[in-house]
């Protein structure tokens, strides 16, 4: 039976004010602004935390920072009563440590034999020669300041030890550690897990750019993270952007901290092998599924020489790193896999 | 194919705006916000932006910044910073008294999306980013 040419019109009309509906919803579900940003300033960078809204999330929020700061706390040497600072303050004898900072030095002695020793939590002493400890001066230190204080930076001395299911740390005398190579990364992994355990499915962690996201974005699409490009004098390549869904990235740059004496720069990423700030090389940027990894790394990877660190990076799953040289750049073998696009 | 030349019929001259109107309403409402994710990175579209702990303060074209050089006061727990824009870079011009290092007035200029000037004592950071719904965020 055929129905009379009125009722089509009216089918019809149906039919759109439906379609508009479908469309105002999906307007919704796509641009409105759904998520929940909040601006934190501690581990002496600027922490951004996003994720969904929902009604309960700035107590949420409010709290975990409160624990993602107290425990960055423990890590900082320079905060007289932390964790860090009394075993800093040892000379020599053992101090018990809390399971987070043995994780910590447990994967790092791990990857201090990967890299063989071109990362070294007992750098401490180093940095301080150089000046780039807190409220201190930079200077050029003499070659025999630099071999006597090298003597201290041995990651081999330290000694992490479990008894009655509690971690005990010890140091040599006179060795000093420090974790700001790492300490970031952890925090933003340990934003994460915690964001994630409160039922978030859309969470973006950005510690002074090191940047860690889990689940896609509201709209369903991926998180976009754009590598910086060192200043120079001709762009080598145009902006990578990395896709992701999962997973952190970090980047170590010479641009980040440095010093000038007599036309020369001098950046904070010190060899801990050499005693000398490593200056092959712009920016080494590293992927990888946890943040404390892509943070190590990208500060390790910068000592070394480009094709040795991507050999390094092609034996770790889930790690990928893209080079920023003086006249050139690397990349891995998959790292294309999470670029997006390039961008002039 | 008569069938729709017969349904065509039925409707005058307006209901055909009125459908043609409703399914282009309909189709600018479904891509529109993908028109927005879509990238181009244009100095016209870079964006000062400066915080007060989470707080905007101010975000400013840098377009704008070429035609009239831009003071901004932004309070934070120890006092009033000034930040400075012009010709295209921004930088912190001036910290508080009460801040001890007064660190971010020595990071100088930055003029492009990557670098951050971070004032950790006055909790005050100033970047540049493209404009909305381009990169996330930038790792540096």
Redesign the interface.
């Known amino acids: 039976m055929e129905l009379p040419?009125?009722w089509?019109?009216i089918i019809?009309?149906i039919f759109?004010?439906v379609?508009?509906l479908i469309?105002?919803l999906?307007?919704n579900q796509?641009?409105k602004s759904d998520y929940y940003?909040?601006?934190?300033?501690?581990m002496?960078?600027?922490v951004?935390i996003?994720v969904e809204y929902r009604s309960e999330v700035k107590a949420e929020l409010n709290q975990i920072i409160n624990i993602l700061k107290n425990q960055a706390e423990q890590f900082d040497r320079y905060q007289a009563f932390s964790l860090v600072s009394k075993i800093n303050q040892a000379e020599g004898k053992k101090v018990e440590i809390n399971k987070s900072l043995a994780e910590i030095i447990l994967t790092t002695k791990q990857y201090y034999y990967l890299l063989n020793g071109s990362f070294d939590i007992t750098i401490a002493p180093l940095l301080d020669l150089w000046g780039f400890g807190k409220?201190s001066r930079n200077t050029v230190p003499s070659q025999a300041e630099i071999r006597s204080v090298l003597e201290l930076v041995n990651f081999e001395q330290v000694e992490i030890t479990k008894e009655n299911k509690k971690y005990f740390l010890k140091l040599a005398p006179g060795q000093k550690i420090d974790l700001g190579g790492i300490a970031k990364g952890f925090i933003v992994d340990q934003a994460v897990q915690l964001l994630e355990e409160a039922g978030y499915q859309h969470v973006?962690v950005?510690a002074?750019?090191?940047?860690k996201v889990s689940g896609k974005?509201i709209?369903g699409?991926s998180?976009?993270?754009?590598?910086?490009?060192p200043?120079g004098e001709q762009p080598l390549t145009s902006?990578p952007?990395?896709k992701l869904t999962r997973g952190a990235?970090?980047?170590s740059?010479d641009?980040?901290r440095y010093f000038e004496v007599d036309g020369k720069k001098y950046s904070h990423l010190i060899n801990p092998k050499t005693g000398y700030p490593a200056d092959e090389l712009r920016s080494v940027?590293v992927y990888a599924e946890q943040a404390l990894i892509a943070d190590l790394l990208s500060t390790a990877l910068f000592m070394l020489e480009p094709a040795r660190a991507i050999e390094i990076v092609s034996k770790i799953e889930g790690v990928e790193v893209f080079i920023i040289g003086k006249d050139r750049f690397w990349k891995s073998n998959k790292f294309d896999y999470f670029s997006a696009?390039k961008?002039? | 194919m008569v069938n729709t030349v017969k349904i065509l019929d039925y409707f005058t001259f307006y209901d055909k705006i009125l459908i043609a109107g409703i399914v282009l309403f309909s189709l600018i409402i479904i891509f529109a916000p993908l028109g927005f994710m879509a990238e181009n990175y244009d100095e016209d579209e870079l964006i000062i932006v400066i915080k007060s702990g989470s707080k905007t303060v101010k975000r400013i074209p840098m377009v704008k910044t070429y035609e009239k050089t831009q003071l901004v006061e932004a309070a934070g727990p120890l006092g009033i910073s000034i930040i400075e824009a012009e010709q295209g870079r921004v930088r912190l011009l001036e910290a508080p008294e009460e801040d001890p290092q007064k660190i971010c007035e020595k990071t100088g200029w930055i003029s492009e999306p990557g670098p951050v000037i971070i004032c950790v004592p006055n909790q005050i950071s100033i970047w540049i980013e493209t404009s909305e719904g381009d990169l996330d965020g930038i790792t540096w």
């Open positions: 040419g009125r089509k019109k019809i009309l759109l004010v379609l508009i469309s105002s999906y307007y796509v641009s940003e909040v601006t934190t300033y501690f002496n960078t600027v951004q996003k409220d973006f950005n002074g750019g090191n940047i974005k709209d699409t998180w976009q993270i754009g590598i910086r490009l200043k902006q952007v990395l990235v970090a980047t740059g641009y980040e940027t696009k961008r002039e």
